[in-house]
């Protein structure tokens, strides 16, 4: 009886020592330990994924004048509960697979107008970190997109949740589009450009970059398409 307990003890101990470090290995890369935008900004990540030129022809498509192909994403962007401009407070929580970011409505264009005032979480499911053994990622938004910097209007596209039951904050999550669900309406990323390769860098270097491309083309063609969008909804 006496070698039972021992020996469970020792598991107990065991698997006690490997979460800790399990979890010093995550803070000590910033993720989980991350709480505001400049928490995220210190973080020395890598680009895991940007936007590549095999989706050039799609892009050039949406582009042309009566285009079937940008119809069906407005058509998916008008089906949000909720279309609207808001304010990221600089809070967040990040996760392997979700970013969920804090933001204060200021306009409704579509949905429940009850909400302007209001501060709620919006979460990125096609967002996140993911750890490989060598390095970190950086997070973001569809591998294309960065996630929404502070104090910076953006015209957002999410559907109801639910109450955050932990902080008593009304939850929703970005419309299934996933090219234009949040859209920086005070800046346009004109130049800045990334290579296929992977490179490290400082994510608060990126703060003042939307869409992440490796070709000059490809971001001309992200911005004329957004500026389509916002003209849309915010004439």
């Known amino acids: 009886?006496?070698?039972?307990?021992?020996?469970?003890?020792?598991?107990?101990?065991?698997?006690?020592?490997i979460g800790i470090i399990g979890k010093q290995h995550i803070y000590d890369c910033g993720i989980m330990s991350a709480k505001t935008i400049r928490d995220v900004n210190e973080i020395q990540c890598y680009l895991e994924v940007v936007d590549s030129e095999s989706q050039m022809k799609r892009y050039?498509?949406?582009?042309e004048e009566g285009s079937k192909e940008f119809m069906e994403e407005l058509d998916m962007l008008e089906e949000a509960d909720n279309i609207a401009v808001v304010v990221p407070t600089g809070n967040l929580k990040l996760y392997e697979t979700e970013v969920i970011q804090e933001v204060e409505?200021?306009?409704?264009?579509?949905?429940?107008?009850?909400?302007?005032?209001?501060?709620?979480?919006?979460?990125?499911?096609?967002?996140?970190?993911?750890?490989?053994?060598?390095k970190s990622t950086i997070p973001?938004?569809?591998?294309?997109?960065?996630?929404?910097?502070e104090n910076t209007k953006y015209l957002c596209f999410f559907n109801n949740i639910s109450l955050n039951q932990e902080n008593n904050i009304e939850q929703f999550h970005l419309a299934a589009?996933?090219?234009?669900?949040?859209?920086?309406?005070?800046?346009?990323?004109?130049?800045r450009l990334f290579p296929a390769k992977e490179e490290k860098y400082k994510f608060g270097d990126l703060a003042d970059v939307e869409f992440f491309c490796n070709s000059q083309e490809l971001l001309d063609a992200k911005n004329n398409l957004k500026e389509k969008v916002i003209e849309r909804y915010c004439g």
Not at 140 to 149: A, P, R
Not at 180 to 191: M, S
């Open 140 to 149: 973001n938004c569809y591998s294309i997109q960065n996630i929404m910097q």
């Open 1 to 17: 009886m006496k070698k039972c307990i021992t020996v469970f003890l020792v598991l107990v101990f065991t698997a006690g020592v």
């Open 177 to 191: 589009s996933g090219l234009f669900d949040c859209l920086d309406l005070e800046h346009t990323n004109k130049t």
């Open 60 to 63: 050039k498509k949406m582009l």
């Open 105 to 134: 409505v200021q306009e409704v264009k579509k949905g429940d107008t009850k909400l302007i005032g209001k501060t709620i979480m919006i979460e990125d499911l096609g967002a996140g970190f993911r750890l490989d053994k060598k």
